[in-house]
């Protein structure tokens, strides 16, 4: 059974880079064609996919948030990163990270960004 933990400030600041992780237990993030997603909720809106990086590290991301988006990975940790630069108050959502097309999914992570 996979799991997943986000993990990260629940408080940015304007302007500031966001940054989370994501930690996966019960399977590995090397796992031959499995890929690894960031998804994010804002208040009273749906799901929003923003990037996925897959198990040979290649990265892929929403268009409309590839300039300031970066999957990264650390696989000595089995662990996945996001980080969202020059963030704003419309970047205020509950953050997810999933294993793409399954139903694992971490229990969300609420950020807030405000000054």
């Known amino acids: 059974q996979v799991q997943l933990q986000e993990s990260g400030p629940g408080l940015v600041k304007p302007s500031q880079t966001l940054s989370l992780t994501c930690t996966v237990s019960?399977?590995?993030?090397?796992?031959?064609?499995?890929?690894w997603s960031w998804i994010r909720q804002p208040p009273g809106k749906g799901l929003e996919w923003m990037g996925v990086?897959?198990?040979?590290?290649?990265?892929f991301y929403s268009p409309s948030l590839e300039s300031r988006t970066s999957i990264s990975r650390d696989t000595s940790r089995n662990q996945f990163s996001l980080q969202l630069s020059s963030v704003t108050p419309e970047d205020t959502a509950v953050y997810y990270c999933n294993v793409k097309s399954t139903n694992y999914w971490g229990q969300g992570t609420q950020v807030t960004v405000s000054s």
């Open positions: 990086i897959d198990y040979d590290g290649r990265t």
């Open positions: 019960g399977g590995s993030i090397t796992t031959s064609y499995y890929a």
